[in-house]
């Protein structure tokens, strides 16, 4: 059983910044990818930052230079450092972890930017 705890949502206006973390426990692969992704009412989820399972980062366009994911002194945690934020970041983000064949995510926490 894997369990992902997110936190560090809310509400903040443009150009602001905010720091969500993902805590990650159970039973995990020591191979996998960890990071974040979103979804804004009415679009579908996409990818945010990612830890790929060789270590590298990638990042969705739109976010390139603003967001910054990190690691914990354990692999098990990741963070999203979001800076410069825009009306458009408003979403709700989710952490995802996951290894061939699985894939599990956290409960999602809320983040708006006011414009």
């Known amino acids: 059983q894997v369990h992902l705890v997110e936190s560090g949502g809310g509400l903040v206006q443009a150009g602001g910044s905010l720091r969500l973390s993902c805590a990650a426990s159970g039973t995990i692969s020591s191979i996998n990818t960890m990071g974040w992704y979103r979804q804004a009412p009415g679009k579908q989820r996409e990818l945010v930052a990612v830890f790929t399972s060789g270590g590298s980062t990638n990042y969705s366009d739109s976010v390139k230079g603003r967001f910054t994911i990190s690691r914990g002194n354990t692999k098990n945690t990741v963070y999203l450092q979001m800076n410069s934020l825009k009306p458009e970041d408003t979403a709700v983000y989710y952490c995802?972890?996951?290894?061939?064949?699985?894939?599990?995510w956290g409960q999602g926490t809320q983040v708006t930017v006011s414009s």
């Open positions: 995802k972890l996951g290894w061939v064949p699985y894939d599990y």
